[in-house]
């Protein structure tokens, strides 16, 4: 059901091209000035040094961040 409307969501994000644009734009900002916070969140979520995030991976490393 939450994938049923996340997909609604981003369709309708999509369909309205100069909300969509300015969304990437601003993430494209956001991932560029923060990338180095982005990696070494990614290398301590990734327990297994995969190189892959699971949802798993990703959901405990959120929760640690909550917890530790």
């Given at each position: 059901?939450?994938?049923?409307?996340?997909e609604?969501a981003?369709d309708?994000?999509?369909?309205?091209?100069?909300?969509?644009h300015?969304?990437i734009?601003?993430?494209?900002?956001?991932?560029?000035?923060?990338?180095r916070?982005?990696?070494?969140?990614?290398?301590?979520?990734?327990?297994?040094?995969?190189?892959?995030?699971?949802?798993?991976?990703?959901?405990s490393?959120?929760?640690?961040?909550?917890?530790c």
């Open positions: 059901m939450f994938q049923s409307r996340l609604k981003c309708k994000m999509r369909a309205e091209k100069d909300s969509f300015e969304f734009n601003t993430m494209d900002r956001w991932l560029i000035n923060n990338h916070v982005i990696q070494r969140f990614f290398r301590k979520f990734d327990e297994d040094g995969e190189g892959i995030l699971t949802y798993e991976d990703f959901k490393g959120l929760w640690c961040l909550l917890k």
